[in-house]
């Protein structure tokens, strides 16, 4: 099946340092989406994307779909102890007739204060 | 967005036993998924659960030993069966909400924390 490969696996920054994120394949998708998953709880949506070239805010994050429809990346700007934790991208191929996501392989946040 | 009420949150179980979870949406949904997260590993879905019918389940997932109930649009249940330590995992329920390719979101409910001794 298709796959995402997502960048970095992890990262230790300094809190108020932006960050960077990303997820490429060599599949096309329909959308993208990106979640934080906290320990010991399911991941929450942050972002959803649906159109090639799509930029799209919540907060401090900032997601786009890229233009060749084969990549996406999350920034997040002036990071805080809070943003710790996993943070995956899914994206729905667009050969998949059903609702069915891929997801990435997941990227570990880690921020010190 | 809805609200998915999984549980129970974690249990820790005796191998070749079996655990059922639930998961209660609610509001009516389309689409219902189970997926797994294995330790310090992404997600995999295991299947659709399909209401009124089998579920529909991926490469790998059987349904002697992940069987599926979808009796309604709100409620969905997934059995481990005669479990053992590999089957150590989260266990996630999922809906999705919206139109497919324009605004569809998938959501998660909180997760079941499954050990297996």
């Known amino acids: 099946g298709q796959q995402l490969n997502q960048s970095p696996q992890s990262m230790f920054i300094q809190e108020g340092e932006d960050v960077s994120m990303n997820c490429t394949s060599s599949s096309i998708f329909n959308t993208w989406l990106w979640y934080k998953q906290d320990p010991g709880e399911g991941p929450v949506l942050l972002i959803a994307l649906y159109k090639a070239g799509e930029l799209t805010s919540n907060g401090r994050l900032t997601a786009q779909f890229g233009i060749t429809r084969k990549d996406s990346f999350l920034n997040i700007s002036a990071s805080i102890p809070s943003d710790v934790g996993i943070y995956f991208c899914a994206g729905q191929p667009s050969n998949n007739a059903g609702n069915m996501l891929t997801f990435g392989g997941g990227t570990r946040l880690m921020v010190k204060p | ?117």
């Open chain 2, 1 to 117: 967005s809805a609200v998915i009420s999984q549980k129970p949150s974690r249990d820790i179980c005796q191998r070749g036993t079996s655990l059922t979870i639930q998961c209660q949406v609610d509001s009516q949904v389309t689409m219902m998924f189970w997926y797994r997260q294995q330790p310090g590993q992404s997600l995999t879905l295991i299947a659709t659960a399909n209401q009124g019918s089998e579920a529909t389940y991926e490469s790998g997932f059987v349904i002697d030993k992940f069987p599926i109930s979808r009796p309604n649009l709100t409620f969905s249940t997934l059995t481990v069966s005669n479990m053992s330590p590999e089957d150590s995992s989260i266990y996630l329920c999922s809906v999705v909400q919206g139109l497919l390719a324009t605004n569809e979101k998938l959501f998660f409910g909180s997760g079941t924390q499954l050990s297996v001794l």
